[in-house]
């Protein structure tokens, strides 16, 4: 879970920064769609003795979209941070 003020706060600083968290938070659903989808057919997939295989792919390929998660939200920081050193200077000449 992240912090939402400080999310809501940096997305309102630029454009870029709304763009990106925008995009990002975008990503994050459709990996969560993702993960859901994989472990409920995995869960169904574990019914049939025939079909474990498939059905741990299922659960492992649907771990790994909880683990990117995560990990898309830190690279959104890391721009964050890196797009606000780059933005800092034209704010300042613009509120000068």
Do not use: Q
């Amino acid at each position: 879970m992240e912090c939402a003020c400080s999310t809501l706060h940096a997305a309102r600083n630029t454009p870029a920064l709304a763009k990106l968290h925008a995009t990002i938070e975008l990503i994050c659903t459709v990996v969560d769609f993702a993960a859901a989808s994989l472990f409920i057919a995995g869960n169904i997939l574990f019914l049939t003795p025939s079909a474990m295989t498939p059905a741990l792919w299922c659960f492992l390929i649907g771990s790994v979209c909880f683990a990117f998660k995560p990990t898309l939200r830190l690279i959104r920081h890391c721009r964050y941070l890196k797009l606000d050193k780059i933005d800092a200077p034209t704010r300042a000449e613009r509120h000068g």
